[in-house]
């Protein structure tokens, strides 16, 4: 990938999902990234069932949430941050 706006098997998500995806923050994109490459089977389960979008979300909130408490200037990477925050990389079983 050149830029973390690509956006990981794409062809995997509904127009409106793919849409919500490039639309959003790179942190948005990092995770939909993390979770397809990880979790491709939750990812499309989630998707089926119609919660992928507001379980990505939530995600991206948690993940904003350490990084503005105790990651900024934190010589720790992102990972490390949210894995001592208790925070799932994983996307939520369906």
Known sequence: MDSIREVV????????????????SNLLISIANRWMLG?????????????????????????LDVLVEGGYGNPLAAW????????????PVP
């Open 80 to 91: 490390e941050i949210n894995q001592l925050a208790g925070l799932d990389p994983a996307p």
């Open 39 to 63: 979790w491709p089977e939750r990812v499309k389960t989630l998707l089926d069932k119609d919660e992928f979008w507001e379980a990505l979300k939530s995600q991206e909130e948690k993940e």
């Open 9 to 24: 098997s794409p062809q995997t998500y509904p127009p409106e999902i793919m849409k919500r995806i490039k639309g959003g």
